[in-house]
């Protein structure tokens, strides 16, 4: 085992060059550079992907490598994530990344179709409509309630 170095010894510049365009895995680069897992996932910078948010058109990047793998992008700026593969499907030179089979920006693509935030993705759509269903019925049931309070005086 190599004996451990501190991250001022090996730059961050190393520690990116080597994480993003080796096929070693974290494991052996540590190794190879004697430092600490917490070294060198403390040292990662992002990748830029090539992929532009839909939301504000921050450049989006890969925090890493198995999310550069999946082709999932993150706008560091809002948070939006793209879709599995979406930031792999690029083309080339224009700075944004077309959706596979759709011929459209994810800029022109998600202009027509606005995707949810990020939280509402996580929430199963039947619980959604039960929540916001309850809020309504909620609203319903107050403005019945100040109605018959206020025509008895």
Same mark, same amino acid.
């Given at each position: ?66 999310? +550069?793998?999946?082709? $999932? ?5 809002? &948070? ?6 979406? #930031?792999? %499907?690029? /083309? ?34 039947? +619980?959604?409509?039960? $929540? ?5 019925? &909620? ?6 309630? #100040?109605? %018959?309070? /206020?025509?008895?005086?």
């Amino acid at each position: 085992m190599a004996p451990q170095r501190s991250g001022a010894e090996v730059t961050a510049e190393q520690i990116n060059e080597l994480y993003w365009s080796d096929a070693g895995t974290v494991e052996e680069i540590v190794t190879r550079l004697g430092i600490s897992r917490s070294t060198l996932y403390g040292s990662l910078e992002p990748e830029p992907s090539g992929l532009r948010c839909a939301h504000c058109h921050a450049e989006m990047v890969f925090a890493n490598r198995t999310a +550069r793998d999946r082709g $999932v992008a993150v706008c560091p700026e809002c &948070g939006r994530e793209s879709e599995p593969g979406e #930031a792999r %499907a690029g /083309s080339a030179g224009n700075g944004l990344t077309a959706r596979p089979g759709d011929g459209r920006t994810p800029v022109e693509a998600d202009a027509r179709q606005p995707s949810p935030p990020r939280l509402w993705r996580r929430i199963p759509p039947q +619980r959604a409509a039960t $929540v916001i269903g309850g809020a309504a019925l &909620g609203i319903v049931a107050g403005a019945l309630m #100040a109605g %018959a309070v /206020s025509s008895r005086r």
